[in-house]
Structures are given as structure tokens and as C-alpha cells.
Antibody
């Protein structure tokens, strides 16, 4: 059974940095594209970033471009999101999700999320 | 960027009734890349429908999706108590992979 477990969230001051991790198990991690999606308290889902299966291609939402970096280590079955220059508006639950051509690149399965709070 | 607009914002229905949720795109979306998700409080979203009309693994057949171009619909034929939740549509074909703002399905 597929499992995605996010970690690395917490309280950080504006301008600070955090690195989120998404540990995968129960499926062939290297076959899936991976995404980060965030949800501010009481708000809707917002896509953040995507990485393809071998890490050679990435994309970002305009709101995080130049500040966030997505990466993956297929040997460790883990994806990362390095978040720099954090702002109050980055406060949200961050979910990782997996996608493959089998389901037309829809987000098949999601982790339970990790909370990031940016506040002084 | 493709903007997805869901309607209504809130839908109040009773168990056993039929629910029809709409998702309209600002430009044409390939039906291959339109998905629907369900999210309950405190939980991660769950994939319901992909490719506009294909049910994900384990999703009951009371959930169905339809549509093409700029207009898509999620229908729940007979509401069960566990169906009351927030529903999101998403286009997953072109970055940024945008979501609609959600429809809250509440018990009347």
C-alpha cells in the first residue's frame, strides 16, 4: 500500500528557511512524478511545485518561484522542498502527492501534510 | 494560467438526494486532464475522478464525472452521510496545475 509521510514543518520567522521532506513507500517511487500542494488555514488547495520521475524537470507556481526548490533522491525514496525567504503568506499545511500517466497525471495519493507557520 | 471556477460555493442537500457540482475553466481543458477530489476536515484530499469521467480505485459508482472543453460536472447520485465534504476540481495537464476554489457539500 502506498504511503507518503511529510516532515520538516514548524514555526519559522519571516525571511527564514525550512526544508520539507516527503518519504515514500509501498510503490515504485522512481516511476512517479511528485508534487507539493499547500493549503492555508481555512482556504483551498494551491499547487506549489512539481518534479518529474528522474528529477530532470521541475516547475513552480509564480508565488514561490526563485524562493523554493524541489528535488528528489530516488535512492532514498524521498522528495524535498527547500523553502527560503519565507513570508507570512507561505503559512499552510504542505502536502506531497504522486502522479502518473495511468491516472492521466491526476494526484493519485496524498500524504497527511506538515504544517508550516511563518510568524515573528 | 487556467482558472477553474466551481459552483455553487455551498450546496445544502439531504442524504439520498442527488448532488451536481460544476467546474468551469477559463480556457479549454483536455478532458484527459480534469480531476475531482474530496476533502474531509483534518484529512488530506482523496482522488475521486480522473480524465474527467474515470473513477479512481475504490471510489463507489454513485460518483460520476462528465464534461469537456470548459464545462465539467461531478455528480453524486444518492448522497450518503460520508459524502458531505469539500470537493475540488483540478486541471493536471498544464503547469501551473490549478485547482478550483472548492464546493462545500453540507447536510441540509
Amino acid at each position: 500500500e502506498a504511503q507518503l509521510v511529510e516532515s520538516g514543518g514548524g514555526l519559522v520567522q519571516p525571511g527564514g528557511s525550512l526544508r520539507l521532506s516527503c518519504a515514500a513507500s509501498g510503490f515504485t517511487f522512481s516511476s512517479y512524478w511528485m508534487h507539493w500542494v499547500r493549503q492555508a488555514p481555512g482556504k483551498g488547495l494551491v499547487w506549489v511545485s512539481r518534479i518529474n520521475n528522474d528529477g530532470s524537470s521541475t516547475s513552480y507556481a509564480d508565488s514561490v518561484k526563485g524562493r523554493f526548490t524541489i528535488s528528489r533522491d530516488n535512492a532514498k525514496n524521498t522528495m524535498y522542498l527547500q523553502m527560503n525567504s519565507l513570508r507570512a503568506e507561505d503559512t499552510a499545511v504542505y502536502y506531497c502527492a504522486m502522479a502518473t500517466v495511468t491516472t492521466r497525471w491526476a494526484f493519485d495519493f496524498w500524504g497527511q501534510g506538515t504544517m508550516v507557520t511563518v510568524s515573528s | 494560467e487556467i482558472v477553474l471556477t466551481q459552483s455553487p460555493g455551498t450546496l445544502s442537500l439531504s442524504p439520498g438526494e442527488r448532488a451536481t457540482l460544476s467546474c468551469r475553466a477559463s480556457q479549454s481543458v483536455s478532458s484527459s486532464y480534469l480531476a475531482w477530489y474530496q476533502q474531509k476536515p483534518g484529512q488530506a484530499p482523496r482522488l475521486l475522478i480522473y480524465g474527467a469521467s474515470s473513477r479512481a480505485t475504490g471510489i463507489p459508482d454513485r460518483f460520476s464525472g462528465s464534461g469537456s472543453g470548459t464545462d465539467f460536472t461531478l455528480t453524486i447520485s444518492r448522497l450518503e452521510p460520508e459524502d458531505f465534504a469539500v470537493y475540488y476540481c483540478q486541471q493536471c495537464g498544464i503547469s501551473p496545475y490549478t485547482f478550483g476554489q472548492g464546493t462545500q457539500l453540507e447536510i441540509k
